[in-house]
């Protein structure tokens, strides 16, 4: 697994997760509706103007499909038993980290839609100046943030035994 490359020795992984597959559900919609409209425009047209067609196609599925896909296969949020860390973007890569102990409070935002598809926003409230970190569109979102909630605990009940 290639997160563990971003462990400390003896660091080991509660969950690891990508956001919800909602997040591609608009760029799998445009490939189709790309995909019709350049079959329909391509059986219409002759020569030059049907590789046109084609041409704006691939451009279209490679802009508004390809690239959100590649950006949602990229985006991940990890909790190990120390931190806290998020990583995303396809050709430049963005992190953050917050270690456990400077987590304050962590909650769940659902919509209606999130709860129809089992997803929502984990808000974690950092103890730094950075304040609230919002991870969006986090599958089982009621889970996660039982498991954070445990393992904060379960880190605080540590450090008073020290």
Known sequence: MAITRHLNPGESIVFHTRTHPKKILVPILV??????????????????????????????????????VLGWLSATYTV???????????????????????????SSERGVLDRMLGCGTLVISDASTQGRVSLPDVPHVEERQLQLSDLLFQHAQGDEGS
């Open 31 to 68: 490939l189709v509706v790309a995909f019709v409209v350049a079959v329909f425009l391509s059986t219409h047209t002759h020569g030059a103007a049907r590789t046109v067609v084609w041409i704006v196609a691939l451009v279209v599925v490679i802009v508004f499909t390809l690239w959100p």
């Open 80 to 106: 190990t038993d120390r931190r806290l860390f998020t990583r995303s973007g396809v050709l430049t890569r963005r992190g953050h980290d917050i270690p456990l102990n400077r987590i304050s409070d962590v």
